[in-house]
């Protein structure tokens, strides 16, 4: 027989799945494991929340730095690419060519018409002022990006641990009843038992995300922050060559 296509033989094998009494064990587990418990859902719904948060943000960042990085190679004025940086979304790049323009234009301010004009004979301009102007952004940018990734380092580190208190309590707890009753049959132990590896389970499922996000931001991280520093030297050594156009 089917049900709205689906096979009805189906259904008991799906019910079957989730029979597990899962639900039932963790309803009566202790107040110690429930609150282990509690505690692992608050790390994993928060660390799910992160992920995603993460994730939109870097998607994004690569786009916008891919369209910017072309703007820059096509050789646009510094004036307009400082308007696209300051009109388009901002990303850690942009920034950081905002910071070396705005570090530009106060040197030339400072230095006034005749020191430009020696500048463009070949006198000392202050490009290291320029280039550390935009390695300090730069820095800024990547902890602002490595923002609530600690959190999701230590969800990876501490959920199995707190899962695992949970196991020894839920264990202790089945070895106290196995006293009490004086029995100690599969059906009196089992209880407590599943309910002690419901904590270890949960800490997993806690933890494995939450490394594996870390990590991967991380590189993704580390790969932003790779390709700002080659756009600081490309920058640095367009002025080089174009300081007195500039």
Do not use: C
């Not at 963790?26 to 719904?45: E, H, Q, R, T």
């Not at 050789?75 to 901002?90: C, H, I, P």
């Not at 202050?126 to 609530?148: F, H, Q, V, W």
Request: aromatic share 10%.
């Amino acid at each position: 027989m089917m049900f709205s296509g689906v096979p009805l033989a189906v259904f008991p094998a799906a019910a079957g799945i989730l029979d597990t009494r899962v639900f039932q064990h963790v309803l009566l587990a202790g107040p110690i494991v429930k609150l282990v418990l509690l505690m692992l859902v608050v790390f994993s719904v928060v660390s799910w929340a992160i992920i995603f948060m993460k994730f939109r943000l870097f998607k994004g960042i690569e786009k916008n730095q891919a369209d910017f990085v072309k703007s820059f190679a096509e050789g646009k004025n510094l004036a307009v690419l400082y308007e696209l940086a300051d009109k388009s979304e901002k990303t850690p790049l942009t920034e950081v060519f905002r910071t070396g323009y705005l570090e530009l234009t106060r040197i030339q301010r400072g230095r006034g018409p005749e020191a430009q004009q020696s500048a463009g004979r070949g006198g000392a301009f202050p490009l290291d002022n320029i280039e550390r102007a935009m390695r300090k952004a730069a820095n800024e940018e990547a902890a602002l990006m490595e923002t609530y990734l600690p959190f999701l380092a230590t969800t990876g580190s501490a959920t199995p641990f707190i899962g695992l208190f949970g196991t020894v309590w839920g264990i202790m707890n089945a070895f106290s009843g196995i006293a009490t009753t004086g029995s100690a049959t599969l059906a009196t132990v089992a209880p407590g038992i599943a309910e002690a590896l419901i904590a270890t389970a949960a800490g997993l499922a806690a933890a494995i995300p939450s490394v594996m996000a870390y990590n991967y931001f991380l590189n993704r991280v580390r790969s932003i922050v790779t390709r700002i520093d080659s756009f600081t030297i490309e920058f640095v050594n367009f002025l080089e060559r174009n300081v007195d156009k500039v």
